[in-house]
């Protein structure tokens, strides 16, 4: 149990990742290629690749995102309020963007924001504001859509050992780029535990 918790929340069907708001992953090439000690540009575009990958399996590792991206959660009820597991801590109701959902009628209709805060904890809840409730939807196929802004704002506001963690992972994949191999690879504990302190819980 922690903060916020409440079994009645709505959690999202899925995620979808609209854009990256940033323009660089947490880590560059050049940062890969030291871990890596490559000092040639032949394979630049495949490490960036990995990187890229290695960021994205981060992010379910700790169930929430890394790269500031825009991410549109889809709902079907609003029930006590919006869990946005998967997404991570929001630094304001202003990463909020909207909130859009089909009313009685069928029609989309987008959510007053004077209707709903922001409930911080570990994992964050959009609730209903003092005095207001959630509007009805449909009975069939009630859909609700929250847009936000997730992630660390910038590439420095990424915390060291995460970089670590995927520069790490980066190169393991870049090691071990077959699907198979004969060798037996070993995973260091202490990798893994460079994430503990950020990860957050399944539900």
């Known amino acids: 149990m922690f903060f916020g ?10 995620l979808q990742r609209l854009e990256f708001i940033d323009s660089a992953e947490p880590i560059d090439v050049a940062f890969l290629k030291a871990q890596c000690r490559i000092d040639n540009s032949v394979e630049d575009t495949l ?3 990995y990187i890229a990958a290695a960021r994205e399996k981060c992010e379910l590792e700790l169930r929430a995102k890394v790269r500031r991206q825009s991410v ?3 709902f079907t009820s609003f029930g006590c309020g919006l869990r946005l597991n998967g997404i991570g801590p929001l630094s304001s109701i202003g990463d909020v963007t ?19 805060s922001l409930q911080q904890s570990v994992i964050p809840v959009l609730i209903a504001a003092r ?17 936000v802004t997730a992630g660390y704002a910038n590439v420095d506001a990424v915390p ?6 995927i520069a790490a992972e980066a190169a393991s994949m870049f090691r071990s780029r077959e699907s198979q191999t004969d060798k037996q690879m070993t995973r260091l504990d202490f990798i893994d535990g460079l994430l503990d302190p950020f990860r957050k819980p399944a539900d």
């Open 131 to 147: 005095g207001k409730d959630w509007p009805a939807l449909p009975a069939v196929d009630p859909s609700v859509e929250v847009t």
């Open 5 to 14: 918790y409440n079994r009645f929340h709505s959690k999202p069907v899925y």
């Open 160 to 165: 060291e050992p995460i970089k670590l963690w």
């Open 72 to 74: 549109k959660a889809y």
């Open 98 to 116: 909207s909130i859009e959902y089909t009313d009685t009628t069928g029609a989309l209709q987008v959510l007053d924001p004077t209707v709903y």
């Open 47 to 49: 490490l960036a690749l």
